[in-house]
């Protein structure tokens, strides 16, 4: 039996998971974009961070970077953005000890209209995550939409979830989240809080 409840998202899960992650965010807060691709999720976290906030955001596809960056200019944030042409599993390589994360996205799977061979994996993604949740401040949000209509993302979004679960109910509240559409294709999130520090 999964140790958290599956619930039922009346909206769009990506809309969804940007409503939820706004709540930890704030004028110079620390957002992580763990897959960059088309953008689209970096300028909804400059938004939020503001000016003196920071996107850090990573791609292994150079391309994508390259066109994310443009979007970002001409939306006129990129000032705040910092994107690594690299695996999310190498966090660690680009942060800080000591900088806390407030709020991190993670959308699965292939870039649209990009090449569909070029996944994220669950060795990585849960490198990722570990590494995210080592800097996420109390309160901190993370989202982690999983696709699973392609080859190899059932697996992924199996894997996840097995992690999720073993992580400490102390620690992180999570929850899964289907779509109103719900099928054994349909894509998931997970909102992973972590739980604010209670005084002794
Ligand atoms: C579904 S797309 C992301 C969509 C994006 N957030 C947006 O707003 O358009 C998934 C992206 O993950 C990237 N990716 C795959 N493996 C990765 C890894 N190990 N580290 C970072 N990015 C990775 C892919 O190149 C692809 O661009």
Same mark, same amino acid.
């Given at each position: 039996?999964?140790?958290?409840?599956?619930?039922?998202?009346?909206?769009?899960?990506?809309?969804?998971?940007?409503?939820?992650?706004?709540?930890?965010? *704030?004028?110079?807060?620390?957002?992580?974009?763990?897959?960059?691709?088309?953008?689209?999720?970096?300028?909804?976290?400059?938004?939020?961070?503001?000016?003196?906030?920071?996107?850090?955001?990573?791609?292994?596809?150079?391309?994508?970077?390259?066109?994310?960056?443009?979007?970002?200019? *001409?939306?006129?944030?990129?000032?705040?953005?910092?994107?690594?042409?690299?695996?999310?599993?190498?966090?660690?390589?680009?942060?800080?000890?000591?900088?806390?994360?407030?709020?991190?996205?993670?959308?699965?799977?292939?870039?649209?209209?990009?090449?569909?061979?070029?996944?994220?994996?669950?060795?990585?993604?849960?490198?990722?995550?570990?590494?995210?949740?080592?800097?996420?401040?109390?309160?901190?949000?993370?989202?982690?939409?999983?696709?699973?209509?392609?080859?190899?993302?059932?697996?992924?979004?199996?894997?996840?979830?097995?992690?999720?679960?073993?992580?400490?109910?102390?620690?992180?509240?999570?929850?899964?989240?289907?779509?109103?559409?719900?099928?054994?294709?349909?894509?998931?999130? *997970?909102?992973?809080?972590?739980?604010?520090?209670?005084?002794?």
């Amino acid at each position: 039996m999964p140790k958290f409840s599956l619930e039922t998202a009346s909206q769009r899960l990506t809309a969804e998971a940007a409503s939820w992650l706004r709540e930890a965010l *704030f004028e110079g807060a620390f957002a992580v974009d763990a897959t960059v691709g088309n953008g689209f999720d970096s300028l909804f976290l400059a938004h939020q961070v503001g000016k003196t906030g920071t996107v850090l955001g990573f791609d292994v596809q150079k391309r994508a970077l390259g066109d994310a960056r443009e979007m970002l200019k *001409f939306a006129g944030t990129i000032d705040r953005a910092r994107f690594i042409h690299d695996s999310h599993s190498h966090l660690e390589n680009y942060i800080e000890p000591d900088q806390l994360v407030h709020g991190a996205m993670f959308n699965l799977g292939y870039l649209p209209r990009g090449d569909r061979r070029i996944i994220t994996r669950p060795e990585t993604t849960i490198l990722a995550l570990q590494a995210v949740l080592r800097h996420l401040t109390p309160g901190g949000r993370i989202t982690v939409l999983a696709y699973r209509g392609h080859e190899g993302g059932t697996f992924e979004y199996i894997q996840i979830r097995l992690y999720l679960e073993e992580l400490s109910a102390e620690f992180v509240r999570v929850e899964e989240l289907a779509g109103s559409n719900d099928s054994e294709t349909a894509p998931r999130l *997970f909102r992973i809080l972590k739980r604010p520090t209670v005084p002794e």
